[in-house]
């Protein structure tokens, strides 16, 4: 009987033993709490840890109210009925980082944070949560980690974080020309923001020849864990910036060297804005309070996207002699597949045009299709049908430009092409 009792306390133990080390395994995050903005998109840069061996982040998801996990899972998960929105792919920049650390950049769409906003016009809790859940290869139980989000202003108290960046350029040409020696037609970037802070950061140029840029390297350098910040990749270095953002909500960035760049040879070239990482109180993140490194990481300036670029192409020509350098795309003698996706047709701008009319001709110089377009547009998308006015597959095509009273300023030579059958 008393061999029989001792089993008892034993198993106890051990369930204690267990319990213990489930608990103590489960997976952390920091901050756990942010203020996000109430009525537009919100950036906050989250740090999750220790990762267990074999587990990995699956879907992340916004919902008001949480429920406890059905056992074997750990920790607390969306309430079914009050999701608001789970995170887009596009959106899912989390990467490992440090100590079995994982860095999640938490990006919240404009739709849920209209769901939150609805819910708590209607006497719901003005507040709702982000759900990160982890999975492992290894048998071991779902973890679900949860960031409480509460609504404010977007003003001093909401990290300081980018939701939006577009370039002011004086055209909206898909494809822009510059010819040596005239300034760069960009005049900077309007910039929506939640919080307030440091902007500071820099403009480079990507010159002819060199490896472009790749998605993380046009990240803001607040988006990455903070031992992969170092390792973007710089370029021709052509202006730098450093601005205070008052809360609210809108900045202009000026552009200042358009007139200085180093344009010194013909080819494509890229404006890059980089965005340097600035310490923000509402965005740190403390890897030791989660045990995956020795203090805070700054996320002020984090963003959800890579920064936008502006292409921009070279030539040494002037406008004496656009007629003759023109025409761009398709090249001579190219020959054009009959797809759904019908070919496009390029030309440098020319200045005191009004407006441009295309031309196509068959291969008996017949006048088989053409078309006008304002100065502002020097692209042309061929209509889909286009190969059935040129029966023969082979054409030819011309641009000629004409001022605002209708008067033809220039034309350019013909340029042949071919449309496989």
Not at 188 to 201: A, P, S, W
Not at 323 to 329: E, G, V
Request: some cysteine.
């Amino acid at each position: 009987m008393r061999s029989k009792s001792l089993k008892y306390p034993s198993l106890l133990i051990g369930i204690l033993l267990v319990g213990f080390q489930t608990v103590a395994s489960q997976i952390q995050v920091n901050p756990t709490g942010v203020n996000v903005n109430s009525q537009n998109p919100s950036v906050v840069f989250l740090t999750f840890g220790q990762i267990p061996a074999g587990y990995a982040p699956a879907e992340a998801m916004w919902c008001g109210q949480l429920v406890p996990a059905a056992p074997p899972a750990i920790g607390l998960q969306c309430r079914p009925d009050t999701i608001y929105g789970v995170l887009p792919t596009r959106y899912n920049l989390s990467q490992t980082s440090g100590n079995l650390g994982l860095t999640d950049i938490m990006s919240i769409p404009s739709a849920v944070v209209r769901r939150a906003f609805q819910t708590a016009d209607t006497g719901g809790d003005a507040g709702f949560f982000y759900v990160r859940r982890f999975i492992s290869s290894l048998g071991g139980p779902d973890q679900f980690v949860s960031v409480t989000c509460r609504m404010a202003g977007g003003g001093a108290r909401t990290p300081f974080a980018l939701t939006d960046v577009r370039y002011l350029a004086e055209t909206d040409e898909p494809i822009v020309f510059v010819r040596r020696g005239q300034p760069l037609p960009v005049k900077g970037v309007q910039i929506r923001y939640n919080g307030t802070g440091r902007l500071r950061g820099r403009w480079e140029l990507v010159l002819p020849g060199e490896e472009l840029p790749t998605n993380r390297d046009l990240l803001t350098e607040a988006t990455l864990p903070i031992e992969d910040r170092s390792g973007q990749r710089r370029f021709t270095q052509v202006e730098r910036f450093y601005h205070f953002l008052r809360p609210n909500g809108e900045f202009t960035l000026e552009f200042k060297n358009a007139d200085k760049l180093p344009l010194n040879a013909d080819g494509q070239y890229l404006l890059l804005l980089r965005i340097e990482a600035v310490d923000d109180k509402e965005a740190d993140s403390n890897l030791s309070v989660i045990g995956v490194g020795p203090g805070v990481v700054n996320g002020g300036a984090v963003a959800g996207f890579p920064m936008p670029t502006f292409k921009f192409f070279v030539s040494g020509g002037v406008s004496g002699d656009w007629a003759a350098s023109a025409l761009i795309t398709p090249a001579v003698d190219a020959e054009l597949q009959p797809t759904n996706d019908p070919p496009l047709f390029t030309w440098r701008s020319m200045n005191g045009a009004s407006f441009y009319r295309i031309e196509f001709f068959d291969d008996n110089n017949a006048l088989r299709f053409q078309a006008l377009l304002p100065a502002s547009r020097s692209v042309y998308r061929a209509p889909s049908w286009l190969h059935s006015k040129l029966s023969s597959g082979a054409f030819k095509w011309r641009v000629i430009s004409f001022d605002d009273k209708g008067s033809q300023l220039s034309e350019t030579p013909f340029r042949t092409a071919l449309i496989q059958r």
